[in-house]
Nanobody, 119 residues
Framework: QVQLVESGGGLVQAGGSLRLSCAAS????????MAWFRQAPGKERELVGS????????FYADSVKGQFTISKDNAKNTVYLQMNSLKPEDTAVYYC????????????WGRGTQVTVSS
């Protein structure tokens, strides 16, 4: 079973930046799409953005467009989330996810990494 492991979370001041990483445990893993989700306290989990593994095409939620960037390194089987100009409302647990089908649920999930933005 493929495991996704996030890293890079932490505490940062408003206006700062963080880069999250998500590495897949198997080098042969070839998802259709990988995504970042986040869940803030008392709120539902929301999609931040995603990237198609083969082409690198990306999608972003309106709330982070122009602020966050998703990229990948196929050789390292790793996806990144570059977060700039962070705001307190970006505070959440960030999860990496992957799906192997074109349409359907994300069926591989990481355990999450906490991002806290102080004002």
């Amino acid at each position: 079973q493929v495991q996704l492991v996030e890293s890079g979370g932490g505490l940062v001041q408003a206006g700062g930046s963080l880069r999250l990483s998500c590495a897949a445990s198997e080098r042969t893993f070839s998802p259709y799409r990988m995504a970042w989700f986040r869940q803030a306290p008392g709120k539902e989990r929301e999609l931040v953005g995603s990237i198609r593994w083969s082409s690198g095409s990306t999608f972003y939620a309106d709330s982070v467009k122009g602020q966050f960037t998703i990229s990948k390194d196929n050789a390292k089987n790793t996806v990144y989330l570059q977060m700039n100009s962070l705001k307190p409302e970006d505070t959440a647990v960030y999860y990496c996810a992957a799906r192997v089908v074109v349409v359907g649920d994300y069926n591989y999930w990481g355990r999450g990494t906490q991002v806290t933005v102080s004002s």
